[in-house]
C-alpha cells in the first residue's frame, strides 16, 4: 500500500492525558465531594493517579477488554478512571444510578463488568444488586473505605511508574447503555480513534469553544452519554475543571462565583432549578461566558434568560449512538444582522452538524425517500459519520443501512443555512388525520403559559382523526389556570388543527432515568384513557 510519508500517531485516549499533563501539567481540576469538603488536584495529578489506577487494574488481574463499571457523580477520581481505565487498555462503564433496578441488573450482567468503583453515597445500591452481578469480581469506593477498599488506598498501593498499554486505535475504551424508554437498555461500544475525533470536533468554535482559559463546571453528570465527550475535550485543551458531586443549585452557583467558571453544560431541567434558586435567592444568574444545553429541547424562556445575562447558548443535539454531539448552535453567517428575538428563535433549533457528521431527513412513511433540506419538510432524522454507532454491543446486526445511515428515532426539519430542527420523536409524534401533529412543540408552547410548570402531548387514539393530541400539565405550586386558558394561550402559537382536544391536569409527569418525560409511562398511566 502506498503511504504518505507522515508519522504514525496511533488515536489512543493516551494521548490526551499526556498532552494535558505536559501542557497544562498545573490547571486546576477542583470538586465538590458529597460530604461538603473540597480537593484540589491538576492535571499533572490526574495523569499520575490514571497510571497508578492502571496498575491497579492489572494487578487485580484485569486484562485487555475487560469491563470496568463506575457508579459515580462527577469528581476529580472519576475523571482518573476514564483515562486509567482506558489507559490499561480496558473498557469504562459509566452506570446511571438512576436506572431502575431491573435495567441496573441487566446492564452489569451484559457488559459483564469485572470491577465496581462506586460513591459511598450509592452503597445501598451496591448492597441490593451485589448478588446480582456475578460478574462484579471487586468492589472500591471512590471517597470512603468504609465498608470496602477506598480508591485512594487501592491506587496508592501503586508507583505510577507505567507506560500505557497500546493497541490498535479502533479498540473499545468505554461503553454507554441507552436508558432504555423502550426494551432493555442497548449498549454503545466507543472506540479510542472514535473518542479522539469526537472530543477534537467538539473543540471547534462552532462546539465547545475552549481555550486555555475556559473554566468549565460540567453539570452534565459523567454517567449520561459520556459527559458529551467534556472530559476528553478539556483535557485536549487543558482547561480548568471544577466539578460538584451533589447537584444542588445552591453549591452550583456559589462554586461557579468562587471558581470563575465561564462555562458549564446541562440537561433543561438543570438550568431551570438555577433559575428557580437565584429567584427565589434574590440572587443574579451566575456570570457564565458559554451554556450548553441538551439532551432535550432548550424552552424560549431559557434560552431568553441566559441570553439577556450575556451568556452564549449553545443547544446542542445528540445521543448515546452518537458519542453523543451531532449538532451544536452557534452563530450562523448573518448572526450579527439579527434581532434578538432572532437570534432566540434561532438558537431554539438544535444547531448545525460539526464536522464530522453527515445529516439527512427521509420520509417518515416509506423510510426512504431523501427530503430536501427547505426549512419545511419534516422527516425522520438520520445521521452519519466516524463517532456514530455502527452495531450495538452484543447485536448480531448492523444499527445503520448498508450506506451507514442510522436512524436516530427523531423527527426534524433541516434548513437550508444548515440549522437542524427537532420536532419530534418517531414514537412520540401525532398522527391526526394523515397529518403529523409535533408534540414537543405544544409542549413548548404550553411551558410558556406562566402557570404550567411542565406538559406532556401524546396522541390517543380517535375514532375519525386516528390520533388527537391531549396535553398533561403540572401546574407550578400555588398558580392557577384551568383548560380554557391553556387552550386559549396555545391558540396563536399553534397550528389551529394541532390544538389539544383535552388538557387534563396532573401532578406529576413521568421521567426517565436522565430526566426526559417518559411518554411510555404516561401512556401507560393513561391507557385506559377515551376523548369524550
Ligand atoms: P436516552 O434515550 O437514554 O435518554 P440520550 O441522551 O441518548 O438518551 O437521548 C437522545 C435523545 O434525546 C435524542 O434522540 C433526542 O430525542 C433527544 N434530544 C437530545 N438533545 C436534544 C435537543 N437539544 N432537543 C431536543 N431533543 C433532544
Redesign the pocket.
Known sequence: MAFGAMQDWSMRISHVIDHAAREASGREIVTHWADGTETRTDWAGIHLDARKMAQALLALGLTKGDRVASLAMNHSRHLVSWFGVAGMGGVLHTCNPRLFEDQLEYIVNHAEDKVMIYDAAFQPIIDKMRDKWPTVEHYICFDSGEHTTSFEDWIGEQDGEFEWVEGDERDPCMICY????TGNPKGVQYEHRSTLLHAMAGLQTSAFNFSGSSVMLPVVPMF??ASWGLPYSGAMAGIKFVFSAVNDPAVLCDLMDREGVTDSAGVPTVWLATFQYCDAEGKDLPKLKSAT??????PRFMIERLMKNGTRVQ???????TS?IGTVGGPTANWDELTFEEKVEKTMK?GRPIFGVELRTVDLDDRSTVLPRDGEASGALQIRGPWIIKRYFKAEEDATDADGWFD???VAILHPDGTMQ?TD?TKDVIKSGGEWISS?ELENAAVGHPAVAEAAAIGMPHPKWDERPVLFVVRKSGAECNAEDVTAFLTDKVAKWWLPDAVEFVDDIPH?A?G?ISKKDLRERFSDYTLG
Open positions: 441507552t436508558s432504555g424508554t449520561h452519554a444545553i441538551g439532551g432535550s429541547a432548550a443547544h446542542a443535539w445528540g445521543m448515546t449512538e453523543p438544535q436516530t428515532g427523531d427537532i420523536r414537543v426517565t436522565t426526559k
